[in-house]
């Protein structure tokens, strides 16, 4: 008579508040989560109104072991649709294994974009790219989207994401007025990586609430129009961007830092360094009109130290950050050894010191690879001089072989001879 109550108490499985039981089916695999029909009465089709839908590797595993087609097949899409209630509100679609049928994804993307959907991440394998159905962009709700090797052309009816807070397009193929269009159109955008497919030639981004900026595409020329907020920016573009097809004028050193005031970590590949000096129409200025006042970390990427005009600029970069607290350099060796020293570039470093450089605020330098040639050596005690609360200077040598040993020790010697203006500053190697 008392083992009713008793299992009536016990079974707390089955009086969990519904977010708790939400939040565990959310966290297994969804043919893990259909099973948990069978717990109880509370638990019967539970999964279907959970919000968060995930298509993953754990799934297409479990369907080629149940010797079932490996693919997203139209039996799996019914029972889907039939059984789903309420909101989509997250949608996750990644390692379809081949072959992928197009016209499947098309389905479920038109099924979960009439769900209220407000996160989707669409991962698909190399190879053909999926053209985007137009559904996706009736999507008023969305805040995060993710996209991997796809074909993007929002439809002429497309009004706007009003709603979208992160943007990352991977291997995308898209066109340049098909993305500013895009960027334009997400008003709330904070977070945006960009990884196009196919060579850009000129993007203009216009996003006011936009705070960090990943960009590794092959790009011609970038002009930010309408960014005060944008605090972290990343270009690394492809080195084989045709500088000559850059109009002078049209993206420039200047009007490139100009329009990024809010400007805090700056991440610059060697590719978009040139773009930005070959658009100069005059000589590049020893210093920016406007100081970039919040700019804390620069980080360039294969620069090279025997061009006169990428010192020109790094020196530019340096005088008018005023409080610049760390700063990364990598040497560009190939360029390097084609070119050698320029006497000129060697003698606007020595000129440094006189020039009104102070680095007041920098604490850490990272130098890597370094041969020890005299732009370098220059560079390094150029740096040395003018930092007066400067902790720790990093020196990672360019490997040439046997001889490196060799020259990491002469690297050494001479950097220890190097006056210091800060009385706690370590080289390191």
């Not at 109880?40 to 297409?60: E, F, G, I």
Request: glycine share 2%; with cysteine; proline share 6%.
């Amino acid at each position: 008579m008392t083992e009713a109550p008793c299992r009536r108490t016990c079974d707390i499985i089955s009086n969990l508040p519904d977010d708790v039981t939400d939040v565990i089916l959310m966290c297994l695999p969804l043919q893990d989560a259909i099973r948990t029909s069978i717990l109880s009465r509370k638990w019967r089709y539970r999964w279907a109104k959970v919000p968060k839908l995930t298509l993953d590797h754990t799934l297409w595993e479990y369907i080629s072991t149940r010797k079932v087609r490996a693919r997203l097949n139209s039996r799996i899409l019914y029972h889907l649709f039939s059984l789903r209630q309420g909101p989509i509100n997250e949608c996750r679609i990644s390692n379809i294994p081949e072959p992928i049928h197009f016209c499947e994804i098309d389905k479920l993307i038109f099924f979960v974009s009439r769900n209220e959907l407000e996160q989707l991440v669409l991962e698909l394998p190399k190879g053909e790219k999926y053209k985007l159905p137009s559904s996706i962009f009736t999507c008023s709700k969305m805040r995060h989207l993710t996209l991997h090797y796809c074909v993007v052309n929002p439809p002429p009816t497309f009004q706007a994401f009003s709603k979208l807070i992160r943007l990352q397009l991977l291997n995308v193929a898209i066109s340049d007025k098909s993305l500013e269009n895009l960027i334009s159109r997400c008003p709330m955008l904070e977070d945006m990586e960009l990884d196009i497919a196919d060579p850009l030639n000129y993007i203009e981004i216009n996003a006011p609430k936009l705070r960090s900026l990943n960009f590794g595409s092959k790009l011609n020329s970038i002009c930010f129009k309408n960014t005060p907020l944008l605090t972290d920016v990343s270009i690394i573009m492809a080195n084989d961007v045709n500088h000559d097809s850059v109009n002078r004028g049209t993206c420039n050193l200047v009007e490139f830092f100009g329009s990024l005031p809010a400007l805090k970590n700056l991440c610059l590949g060697h590719s978009i360094i040139k773009t930005l000096i070959t658009g100069i129409i005059d000589r590049i200025p020893v210093k920016l009109p406007m100081p970039l006042v919040n700019l804390r970390q620069i980080y360039l990427f294969d620069i090279c130290l025997s061009d006169l005009d990428e010192i020109r600029c790094l020196l530019c970069l340096i005088k008018s950050s005023p409080y610049l607290e760390e700063i990364i350099v990598i040497i560009n060796q190939a360029i390097n050894n084609e070119r050698g020293d320029d006497l000129t570039a060697l003698k606007l470093l020595e000129a440094g010191y006189d020039s009104g450089i102070k680095l007041n605020r920098l604490t850490k330098v990272r130098l890597i690879d370094i041969r020890g040639t005299k732009a370098e050596m220059e560079f390094i005690k150029l740096l040395l001089a003018t930092s007066p609360v400067l902790e720790k200077m990093m020196i990672s040598p360019y490997y040439i072989g046997p001889e490196s040993p060799q020259t990491l020790v002469e690297i050494l010697m001479q950097a220890n001879t190097f006056q210091r203006a800060s009385p706690r500053a370590v080289v390191n190697f």
